[in-house]
C-alpha cells in the first residue's frame, strides 16, 4: 500500500533528511574523537583540538563551516582533518538512502528494498543503526577498538527494539521480532567467536578480535540471521580484495593488522539497504543455473 504525498513535499522531506544526518554526522565527530580517550560527547562544547578555543555556532554547521573555514581552524589556523567533512557527508548521505526506501511513488530509486509493510519505523531504526555502524567504523580506523557503547549497546538496542517493532523481521508479534532478534545475535556473536578461537589457536595468536565478535552480533540483533551470513561473505571477499591491494601497493606489511570493524559494517549497511534485493537475485541465480543444466 503506497500512501500518496505531494512530490514537492517528498523532496523537501528528503532535503530534511540530509541535514538532518549532516548534524547526526556532525555529532559523531564528536563520539569518534571523545569516545575513545572516554570524555563525555555532550560536554564542554566544541573545541578546537589544537588551541582548545571553542568553537563558536556559526564556524560548527555542519558541512558548510569546514568549506567557508577551508578546513583551518579561525583561531589558530590549525588543518582540520578532511575526516570532519567527510563522516558529514557519509552520515547526510546514508540517512537520505534510508529514507528513500520509504516507498512513496510504488517505485523506488537505487534498486533499493523496500521496507517491510512500507512502516516508517524503520526508516528511525536503520538511522540508528546506521550511526552506530559509522561510530564503530571510524573508532576502528583510528584506534583498532570498537567502543562496547556501539557494541554491547547495540545488541541491547537490537533486542529492545525488534520486540517493539517486529517490524524489523518481518514479523507483526512481539515475541516473534524478540526471538529473532535473539537468534540473530547468536549467530552473529557464536560464528565469529568460532573463528577467532580457532583462528588464535592455528595462528597462535589473535586472529579475530572480540569487538569484532561483538559488532556481528548486535548487526544479527538488527538485521537477523541471514544478514550475519552474508556480512561475513562479503566482509571476507572485500577485506581480502583491500588487503592484497595495500600489501601490493606497500602500504601495508603482510603481518600487519588491518582493522575488520568497518568491513563489517559496510556490508551491514548494504544489507539495510538491498538485502531482499540480494536474496531474491541469490535465489533467482540459483534456479537458473539449476534449469539450464549449468555446473551449480
Ligand atoms: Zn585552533
Same mark, same amino acid.
Given at each position: 500500500?503506497v500512501?500518496?504525498?505531494?512530490?514537492?513535499v517528498?523532496?523537501?522531506?528528503s532535503?530534511?533528511?540530509?541535514?538532518?544526518?549532516a548534524?547526526?554526522g556532525?555529532?559523531?565527530?564528536?563520539c569518534?574523537?571523545r569516545?575513545p580517550?572516554?570524555l563525555s560527547?555532550?560536554?564542554?562544547?566544541s573545541?578546537?583540538p589544537?588551541?582548545?578555543?571553542g568553537?563558536a555556532?556559526?564556524?560548527?554547521?555542519?558541512?558548510?563551516?569546514f568549506?567557508?573555514?577551508?578546513a583551518r581552524?579561525?583561531k589558530?589556523?590549525?588543518?582540520?582533518?578532511?575526516?570532519?567533512f567527510?563522516?558529514?557527508l557519509l552520515?547526510?548521505?546514508?540517512?537520505?538512502v534510508?529514507?528513500?526506501?520509504?516507498? *512513496?511513488?510504488?517505485?523506488?530509486?537505487?534498486?533499493?528494498a523496500?521496507?517491510?509493510?512500507n512502516?516508517?519505523s524503520?526508516?528511525f531504526?536503520?538511522w540508528?543503526?546506521?550511526?552506530?555502524?559509522?561510530?564503530?567504523?571510524?573508532?576502528d580506523?583510528?584506534?583498532?577498538?570498537?567502543?562496547?557503547?556501539?557494541t554491547?549497546?547495540?545488541?541491547i538496542a537490537?533486542?529492545?527494539?525488534s520486540?517493539?517493532?517486529?517490524?524489523?523481521h518481518? *514479523?507483526?508479534?512481539?515475541y516473534?521480532g524478540l526471538a529473532r532478534?535473539?537468534?540473530?545475535?547468536?549467530?552473529?556473536?557464536g560464528?565469529?567467536w568460532?573463528?577467532a578461537?580457532?583462528?588464535s589457536?592455528i595462528?597462535?595468536k589473535e586472529?579475530?578480535?572480540?569487538g569484532?565478535?561483538?559488532l556481528?552480533?548486535a548487526?544479527?540483533?538488527f538485521?537477523?540471521?541471514?544478514?550475519?551470513l552474508?556480512?561475513?561473505?562479503f566482509?571476507?571477499?572485500?577485506?581480502?580484495?583491500?588487503?592484497v591491494?595495500?600489501?601490493?601497493?606497500?602500504?601495508?606489511?603482510? *603481518?600487519s593488522?588491518?582493522p575488520?570493524?568497518?568491513?563489517?559494517?559496510?556490508?551491514?549497511?548494504?544489507w539495510?539497504?538491498?538485502?531482499?534485493?540480494?536474496v531474491?537475485?541469490y535465489?533467482?541465480?540459483?534456479?537458473?543455473?539449476g534449469?539450464?543444466?549449468?555446473?551449480?
Amino acid at each position: 500500500m503506497v500512501t500518496a504525498m505531494p512530490e514537492i513535499v517528498y523532496w523537501y522531506f528528503s532535503f530534511l533528511c540530509f541535514c538532518f544526518g549532516a548534524c547526526v554526522g556532525s555529532f559523531l565527530n564528536v563520539c569518534v574523537y571523545r569516545i575513545p580517550q572516554e570524555l563525555s560527547v555532550v560536554a564542554p562544547r566544541s573545541y578546537c583540538p589544537h588551541c582548545k578555543a571553542g568553537i563558536a555556532w556559526y564556524d560548527n554547521v555542519p558541512l558548510l563551516s569546514f568549506l567557508m573555514l577551508r578546513a583551518r581552524c579561525r583561531k589558530c589556523g590549525a588543518r582540520i582533518s578532511p575526516r570532519y567533512f567527510l563522516i558529514e557527508l557519509l552520515t547526510a548521505v546514508l540517512f537520505l538512502v534510508v529514507w528513500l526506501k520509504y516507498d *512513496q511513488f510504488g517505485g523506488l530509486p537505487l534498486g533499493l528494498a523496500p521496507l517491510h509493510d512500507n512502516r516508517i519505523s524503520l526508516v528511525f531504526i536503520y538511522w540508528l543503526a546506521t550511526g552506530g555502524l559509522l561510530l564503530g567504523t571510524f573508532v576502528d580506523l583510528e584506534h583498532m577498538i570498537i567502543p562496547d557503547r556501539v557494541t554491547i549497546g547495540g545488541v541491547i538496542a537490537g533486542l529492545i527494539l525488534s520486540t517493539i517493532f517486529p517490524e524489523m523481521h518481518g *514479523q507483526s508479534v512481539y515475541y516473534h521480532g524478540l526471538a529473532r532478534s535473539a537468534i540473530g545475535a547468536a549467530v552473529g556473536g557464536g560464528m565469529l567467536w568460532g573463528v577467532a578461537v580457532v583462528g588464535s589457536w592455528i595462528f597462535k595468536k589473535e586472529a579475530m578480535g572480540m569487538g569484532d565478535v561483538k559488532l556481528l552480533a548486535a548487526i544479527g540483533a538488527f538485521l537477523g540471521w541471514a544478514s550475519v551470513l552474508f556480512c561475513i561473505v562479503f566482509s571476507s571477499f572485500v577485506g581480502a580484495i583491500v588487503g592484497v591491494s595495500l600489501v601490493i601497493s606497500r602500504r601495508k606489511a603482510m *603481518q600487519s593488522r588491518i582493522p575488520f570493524g568497518p568491513y563489517l559494517a559496510l556490508a551491514a549497511q548494504v544489507w539495510m539497504l538491498w538485502g531482499p534485493v540480494i536474496v531474491a537475485w541469490y535465489l533467482n541465480l540459483l534456479l537458473w543455473r539449476g534449469g539450464t543444466g549449468l555446473p551449480v
